[in-house]
């Protein structure tokens, strides 16, 4: 199975360009741009993409990949950062840009072959993204242009003898609205791949790697009930069977009914060996008075791990500690060259140094939507598959402010109304997320005739398919009404709900 290698700069969209080619069912990798040649050899791609960054390719200290992967006699495919990385090391000239490209641009293809064959006769314009402050100048020997916009003469470029190209724009992103068929002509055309890499070999290539690092040792799995803890707790099943052991922790912070649904499906429905620990005590005296979100999820990220631990020591010798951590989770966790990251997650950035267990994270590099296909391939049923999102650290991440008991409660109240009224309307399944928040204020309000001080609860929908960007859901008024209502109604302490209509980016899905 061929598979395509993309060397990472530090760009938001990375992982988007290896979504992109897994749609197209062909097998890729991402690695950090420092991967040496070396192993680059070792993992014998059919072709080479090298992604965008923040950086600019002049700067002293810029994040070079090694010039020699262009003497590798492979297709190479440089995005933004990466074209002008590409060109750079070439022999080319790239500059800060007289006017700077960021947003739609109208894109003129010149050359309809290679990259942009398939499209009509030339000069044809198309919708592009574009987000550079430098501009390729100069292009090396053997390059030509493929592709202008209105600030950039090398929008795209192509060698003329050597398999190697390169956009200013990216492909990767929906905006881009021949995206798809670059890449496309890229992997099929220039690279010769074959859409061969499906779940089912995912499942099949994945549980040899577990059943070849795990050995005859034990695995205790880290089990929320959620979609990605659920559907690796069936890989890791498939692959070992009774050499593992599922822990759920109550830690206080999930929804009404929610621990003893979700142990009474795993306990009743699967084969899988449970064991589940009621920790809510714990988690709440360690986050009473805390208000930094980072904070927050430090304490719950440690204290799940700290729980393992001591769960994993009753079972006797216990190796591996498997997490559904998903690609999303990694890169917001995860900084780039020193800079702050978004957030750390629970199962990511806020692991300790030193832990007893080695982690078995077999969705790393997936996404969401991605998962859930695996899920239904292992045969988990689609109640379980298509719950919406739940974050790990649950609540305590939705309570702006102090983590209380009585805090807890009302959100609780609000929340439970927002996901009845989702379901009884049909808006649950057509969203990708849908919760309340509780604010760390208090409005004035009025309610039977005399002035009351009570809280704010915000409501969240939004619309995605990665997690990695997100929209607000256009919900009807009538249901937004029907919520707001039952909500002030039902839900002593709270007086005001008020709806968020923010995207991602700039503001996240989760409000911490």
Known sequence: MKKILILDFGSQTTQLIARRIREQKVYCEIHPYTTSLDKIKGLAPAGIILSGGPASVYDPDAPLSDPAIFELGLPVMGICYGAQLMIQQLGGKVEKAEKREFGKADLTVQFTAGIFAGLETSP???QVWMS???????????????????HSPFAALRHKDKPFVAVQFHPEVAHTLIGTDILRNFIFGLCDCQPDWTMHSFIESTVAAIRHKVGTNKVICALSGGVD????AALIHKAIGTQLTCIYVNNGLMRIGESE?????????SKLKVIDVEATDYFLDQLAGVIDPEIKRKIIGLGFIKIFEEEAGKLGEVNYLAQGTLYPDVIESVSFRGEAPIKSHHNVGCLPEIMKLDLIEPLRELFKDEVRELGLELGLPEEAIHRQPFPGPGLGIRIMGEVSRERLEILRLADVIVLEEMKKSG????????????LPIQTVGVMGDGRTYENVIALRAVDSKDAMTADWSKLPYE???????????????????????????PATIEWE
């Not at 803890?229 to 690796?232: A, D, G, I, L, Q």
């Not at 142990?263 to 009743?268: A, M, S, V």
């Not at 937004?480 to 709806?499: H, M, P, Q, T």
């Open 124 to 126: 044809i314009h198309h």
């Open 132 to 150: 550079h402050g430098d501009r390729i100048e100069v292009a090396p020997e053997g390059f030509e242009a493929t592709a202008t916009s209105g």
């Open 229 to 232: 803890s659920s559907v690796t």
């Open 261 to 269: 649904s979700i142990l009474r499906f795993f306990k009743e429905k």
């Open 427 to 438: 808006w649950y399944r057509k969203v990708w997320q849908s919760f309340a928040v509780l």
């Open 479 to 505: 249901l937004l009404g029907a919520i707001s209502s039952r909500i002030i109604n039902e839900v002593r302490g709270v007086n005001r709900v008020v709806f968020d209509i923010s995207s991602k980016p």
